[in-house]
């Protein structure tokens, strides 16, 4: 995978530990060759936010690391109660993602670079959702 959508200050998302990269599953199976041609690029909007998503991960790892698969493979794809885009204007080209019942990782997917930026994970906010870059 190319790194070269990876504009400073952002950086790749840490991948939860004991997850076997998506890319090493493409290539040990076959039948995951359409989804190479469709794996997206994760990165956090920044070092701080990199770090949010660790302390998820050490707090969820198992509903982190579905949601680590389905933004590489699938961040567009509605989960009822789980995966959705947000409403209104402020908010506009945001997704929200349901790890817990108490912690959400907030992104913007851009399906012309494939890439997905991350710009919240954490817990979820009392009032408003943080508002995408």
């Known amino acids: 995978m190319t790194h070269e959508n990876v504009v400073p200050p952002e950086e790749l998302l840490s991948a939860p530990p004991t997850q076997t990269s998506i890319a090493a599953v493409v290539q040990q199976q076959p039948e995951f060759d359409s989804l190479a041609a469709t794996q997206w690029l994760v990165v956090a909007k920044n070092r701080r936010i ?44 945001a997704w929200e993602y349901e790890i ?31 508002t995408p870059p």
Request: aromatic share 10%.
């Open 50 to 93: 990199n770090r949010d998503w660790e302390a998820l991960v050490s707090r969820a790892p198992e509903n982190a690391r579905r949601c680590y698969k389905d933004l590489c493979t699938a961040p567009m794809v509605r989960q009822p109660k789980r995966v959705f885009p947000l409403k209104g204007k402020r908010y506009k080209g």
């Open 100 to 130: 817990t019942g108490a912690d959400r990782v907030f992104y913007v997917p851009n399906p012309q670079q494939l890439k997905v930026v991350v710009y919240y994970a954490g817990e979820h906010p009392k009032k408003d959702a943080p």
